[in-house]
Every structure is written in structure tokens, then in C-alpha cells.
């Protein structure tokens, strides 16, 4: 339950509109959510390798956004990194 109020709370900081779901910044929220869960169900269940590929694609997909926002919109870069507390991309 805190999850989903931390996860609306975010969307609507970045939302450019009421319906927006497209924008790289909430693509970026989504996928980090996505990847928490897939954390701790890896923990829980350590040899389970499609959840394994899985993380790998959606971290990669994340890591391609966060390049493109980088260099596109450094400012919300740096604001969705530190609310997010998201390892800053190296590139």
C-alpha cells in the first residue's frame, strides 16, 4: 500500500498531463517499480532465470531512458535520479 502512494505521488509530480503514461520520465518511474518487484521476488525465489532475463531486459530498457534523458532534460535527470534513488548512468 505505501508502495502504491509513493509510486501515484511520483506519477503525478511528473505527469505532464492527467493521462500522460507515454513520457520518458514516467516510462523511467514504471520500470524502476518494475524492477524493485522483480528484486525481491529474485530473493525470495533465487533460481527462477526468467525472472533473471527479465530484470536484465528491463534494466537495460531503463538504463537506454535514462541516457536519452540525460541528454535531453539534464535538470529532471538529476530531480527522477535522486526521488527515485536510481545509480547515475555512466555515460
Not at 12 to 35: C, P, R, V
Not at 49 to 57: A, D, E, G, H, M
Request: aromatic share 10%.
Amino acid at each position: 500500500m505505501i508502495l502504491n502512494n509513493f509510486k501515484k505521488n511520483i506519477i503525478k509530480k511528473y505527469a505532464h498531463n492527467l493521462y500522460d503514461t507515454g513520457s520518458t520520465e514516467l516510462q523511467i518511474i514504471l520500470l524502476t517499480f518494475k524492477i524493485n518487484n522483480l528484486k525481491i521476488h529474485l530473493k525470495k525465489y533465487i533460481k527462477d532465470k526468467n525472472n533473471k532475463k527479465n530484470l536484465s531486459i528491463i534494466l537495460s530498457k531503463r538504463n537506454k531512458f535514462l541516457i536519452y534523458l540525460k541528454r535531453k532534460k539534464l535538470y529532471i535527470y538529476n530531480k527522477l535520479t535522486e526521488d527515485l534513488k536510481i545509480d547515475v548512468v555512466k555515460r
